[in-house]
């Protein structure tokens, strides 16, 4: 099982960012600032590059607080309440 989740996002005009956050009890954090929604990327491994991956799923994110359900070997499958 992974200890941390990786967040790769591509906001406007500023190029790729990427956040990584541990795994505490089951559950992760990222902290920060998004002037907009953008698309983004989270894994289990900073060594998945294919999309195929199980451990990877495409999102969008936005400002403000946000919360997601991910299993691991099903990332693609994530859930997001509301």
């Not at 559950?27 to 294919?50: D, H, Q, W, Y």
């Amino acid at each position: 099982m992974p200890t941390q989740i990786l967040c790769e996002y591509y906001p406007v005009a500023e190029g790729v960012k990427t956040d990584s956050a541990i795994i505490r009890k089951g559950t992760f954090v990222f902290k920060g600032c998004l002037e907009e929604p953008v698309m983004a990327s989270i894994a289990a491994s900073s060594n998945i590059i294919r999309i195929s991956n199980p451990n990877i799923a495409s999102v969008y994110i936005e400002p403000g607080k946000m919360e997601m359900t991910v299993h691991y070997g099903d990332f693609k499958r994530f859930g997001q309440p509301g």
